[in-house]
């Protein structure tokens, strides 16, 4: 069956950095473009980047404000999230989803704090 399995969140310092990874399973990995997602508390999911099947074409949330790249290994079935300069609003339960059937991770908790 499909996996989408995060990992690598954790208690950050801002301005310090974090790499997520979500290792894929179960689907033609490297046929499926595939995204982040983050929610806050209180607050709806909201989109962070995207990365399209090769790795050559990128979008990212006006919030990312080049401070986070996408990436993606398909040899490995892994997609990345690297964060730099964070900040306490970035604080949230980040997430990867496959863009062709919708198929979600269960999360990843990212906290921003002194």
């Known amino acids: 069956q499909v996996q989408l399995v995060e990992s690598g969140g954790g208690l950050v310092q801002p301005g310090g950095s974090l790499t997520l990874s979500c290792a894929a399973s179960g689907f033609s990995f490297s046929s499926r473009a595939m995204s982040w997602h983050r929610q806050a508390p209180g607050k709806d999911r909201e989109l962070v980047a995207t990365?399209?099947?090769?790795?050559?074409?990128?979008t990212y949330a006006p919030f990312v404000k080049g401070r986070f790249t996408i990436s993606r290994d398909n040899a490995k079935n892994t997609v990345y999230l690297q964060m730099n300069r964070l900040v306490p609003e970035d604080t949230a339960v980040y997430y990867c989803?496959?863009?062709?059937?919708?198929?979600w991770g269960q999360g990843t908790q990212v906290t921003v704090s002194s």
């Open positions: 990365v399209s099947t090769t790795g050559s074409s990128t």
């Open positions: 989803r496959e863009l062709g059937f919708g198929y």
